[in-house]
């Protein structure tokens, strides 16, 4: 009898064990799942300092998780917490550091004082 019972119990907490690790699962997908990415066109693009200047005014926002620029096809792909951020809020930030962003124009005051490559 007494056999019985410590193997319930092991059995008892082996399933504990096992549904904690289940839930923490889903909750990393669920994370996931918040998990967005997006293209963006960022025409005013010319050259590596440009691509730095917007990846960094980038990732000074919160919730952007990866930030890819190519600097030849003037093209952003931007993975972000869609929990945390809209397309328009990365749009706008691209804006406010002097570039344009699909419709959303940049900002003049900043671009004027851009590096002059970047003009
Ligand atoms: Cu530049």
């Known amino acids: ?3 019985m019972m410590s193997f319930a119990v092991i059995v008892i907490l082996a399933l504990c064990l096992n549904t904690e690790a289940w ?3 889903s909750k990393e997908a669920e994370i996931d799942s918040m998990s967005k990415t997006v293209t963006i066109n960022v025409p005013s693009i010319i050259c590596g300092s440009c691509v730095k200047t917007v990846t960094n005014a980038l990732k000074d926002l919160e919730g952007i998780k990866e930030v890819n620029i190519d600097k030849k096809t003037k ?5 972000y917490d869609a929990s945390k951020l ?3 809020d990365i749009e706008t930030a691209i804006s406010k550091s002097g570039y344009d962003a699909n419709e959303v124009k940049r900002d003049k005051k900043v671009y004027d004082q851009l590096d002059a490559c970047c003009k």
């Open 86 to 88: 809209k397309v328009t």
């Open 75 to 79: 093209i952003a792909v931007v993975t």
């Open 1 to 3: 009898m007494k056999k």
């Open 23 to 25: 839930a923490q699962e």
